[in-house]
């Protein structure tokens, strides 16, 4: 079995900073891409940023420029250095992996969610 626990979310002022960070752990073999997605009430769930294994990265257009996506493969974790926050970024963020773990008898390749957390930013 395989996790990935977030932490870091929390309540801030516009303006202001936040840094998500996410570990995964378990039998793990491989971890490909790893990303963070973010639901705010009422709408669907979307994409942030991600960043691959060799470290190419991903940002919505909404994000460009205030956040940096980072990770450290030794330590199995990816984190999101939020700055500039806006009301608009408050949201439940997730944490994303595309990893291989070891099953019983053999790899196993799969999707995985972290927990959430909650970005509040207060105007």
């Known amino acids: 079995q395989v996790q990935l626990v977030e932490s870091g979310g929390g309540l801030v002022q516009a303006g202001g900073s936040l840094r998500l960070s996410c570990a995964a752990s378990g039998s793990i073999f491989s971890i490909n891409a790893m990303g963070w997605y973010r639901q705010a009430p009422g709408k669907q769930r979307e994409l942030v940023a991600a960043?691959?294994?060799?470290?190419?990265?991903y940002y919505a257009d909404s994000v460009k420029g205030r956040f940096t996506v980072s990770r450290d493969n030794a330590k199995n974790t990816v984190y999101l250095q939020m700055n500039s926050l806006k009301p608009e970024d408050t949201a439940v963020y997730y944490c994303?992996?595309?990893?291989?773990?070891?099953?019983?008898?053999?790899?196993?390749?799969?999707?995985?969610w972290g927990q959430g957390t909650q970005v509040t930013v207060s105007s």
């Open positions: 960043i691959t294994s060799g470290g190419s990265t």
């Open positions: 994303n992996a595309d990893m291989e773990h070891m099953g019983s008898s053999r790899l196993i390749r799969g999707d995985y």
